[in-house]
């Protein structure tokens, strides 16, 4: 198994995602090997600095980054020796099982759906985040922002996608989907959620339980929270503040504490040809640690061929 | 003045609309008169075991109710003596010059779009929520749930009414509108919001400041966040339940204890010809008191003029 790493990618690159290779290959079998790619020179530094041979890893040297304010679709295509377009070609001819990269979001979801590209019977990939449990465990919430404006049969495969990453990679067994919606009863909501909720309803695909409220998402009643990407990107984002807001207060809590991004290492993009795994800008060494594990998880747990399975 | 308050809407009505009147009735001037709308036998015995004279109020008995689950638009047609459809008549006769209720939201809207009728040039009436800013003071909400879907040029509507709103009753000067979207730049966001933006940069309605991201929403870069009431009804019921775990986990904050929808009384629905407040079901005795006065603070400023003057 080959495991590709973005070298480059990250408000902390190349340092951080150095130093969570070095963490990430003291958990990895021997079979499991990281592929670097990005600047050789400049990895290689640090890996010294840090008294680290550079035998334990393969490198795929670029000469190119793109920067995370960049246009995605104008950087991938003008950036061919970018560590992102560099990384999606090996992804796409097979010599890494895996890519991840804590670069530039919009383009590792352009890069994805170039190269992997997406797999057949998927309408639109969707982005994922965790969310931490007020009882324990966690939920999954897709979209977050990979599509702004969906359709009802999006939706639905959202919860094909979201219930297959939930019980494959995270272990949860017949994965509750709920649809994220602003009442309870079936006719509630606009027109997108009114127009989902009986698709959603009638599946064999997953097991769907209703409508949940903005005040559910952290509750126990359902595992996976199925939206469009706007709301989604939304909530996302409010749920960060507020855990950024509990620290700079200092309240020390186990729930909160399991926002930390940190543990769960990225977001996957899901329904692309190929594991690939988006990192926060703001990644540490041990998120990128985290994001390596999870597309060694969802190299392992063989998530792609599973989705590639339900949608056939 | 005549200020309506429903007297048997909300969960704990009539105990709690009695005792959030008679601590009105404390603060109120001797020209800003209570009508106490509902079940005058009950009202008066709850005013006598508080030894509370009911000749501080005036009354006007009614002999239905209509429950929280209801259906609005049935309720509102099928129960012409329940305290909302009679508040709503007083209302639209001229008999009180405002009216609330913490009852059924929805027979709230319905009732004002019904009676007192949709401002002419607004096109769909919203309702707002305040929204505690962590430096201290306030910010405000709109739409949360009225409008599930809607136009951009209702999204443009949307920003003077809460501008309004905002200098008006709260006295913030020349209020910040920004538009809640998934990335700071004028594309972004979806169709929604794309369509919207142009018209809310070039209106010379509001002072508009751009886009800002669910992570911005307690931000002080911003006194009006603008959104469907889809989307905002998902963003209020999340930081409700930000609210509750934090009292749950017994965390003591000055800005978390700013999020208690008791000190302030309840949502106004604005763009219709009339002060009218919704109250959270929940309401406490404290809730009620406070939403007498902002209906009291809607009248005194001249809200409703103002709304009108601004889409003549």
Redesign the interface.
């Known amino acids: 198994m080959k495991i590709g790493l973005d070298m480059m990618g990250g408000d902390f690159a190349p340092k951080a995602t150095v130093l969570g290779a070095i963490e990430a290959y003291k958990v990895l079998s021997a079979e499991q090997k990281l592929v670097l790619i990005g600047d050789k020179d400049a990895t290689v530094n640090i890996l010294q600095e840090n008294n680290f041979s550079p035998d334990h890893f393969e490198f795929v040297h670029t000469t190119e980054v793109i920067g995370m304010g960049e246009h995605p679709t104008k950087a991938i295509v003008q950036k061919p020796n970018s560590s992102i377009s560099v990384g999606f070609n090996l992804l796409k001819e097979g010599n890494i099982q895996a890519f991840s990269s804590a670069g530039n979001t919009g383009a590792m979801l352009v890069g994805a759906m170039f190269s992997v590209k997406t797999i057949p019977g998927v309408m639109r990939p969707a982005m994922t985040t965790i969310v931490p449990k007020?009882k324990g465990g966690l939920g999954i919430l897709l979209d977050v922002?990979a599509n702004?404006?969906c359709k009802a049969d999006v939706l639905l495969q959202f919860g094909v996608l979201g219930s297959l990453l939930a019980e494959s990679v995270y272990g949860i067994t017949n994965p509750r989907v709920a649809l994220?919606n602003?009442g309870e009863e079936e006719e509630k909501?606009?027109?997108l959620?009114q127009a989902a909720y009986p698709l959603m309803k009638n599946t064999p695909l997953f097991n769907f339980v209703g409508n949940i409220?903005?005040?559910?998402?952290?509750e126990d009643n359902h595992d996976v929270t199925v939206c469009?990407?706007?709301?989604g990107?939304?909530?996302?984002?409010?749920?960060?503040?507020?855990y950024?807001?509990?620290l700079k207060?200092r309240?020390k809590?186990e729930?909160f504490e399991r926002f930390n991004y940190e543990q769960y290492g990225g977001s996957p993009i899901l329904g692309v040809n190929a594991p690939v795994v988006v990192g926060h800008g703001i990644s540490s060494p041990e998120a990128i640690k985290n994001m390596i594990l999870l597309s060694k998880d969802m190299i392992e747990t063989s998530l792609i061929d599973k989705i590639k399975q339900a949608f056939q």
Chains 1, 2 share one sequence.
Not at 213 to 218: A, H, N, S, T, V
């Open positions: 007020l922002g702004a404006d994220m602003i909501g606009n027109l959620c409220e903005g005040r559910d998402l952290f469009d990407g706007f709301t990107n939304v909530i996302l984002k409010m749920a960060e503040s507020f950024v807001i509990t207060k309240f809590d729930f």
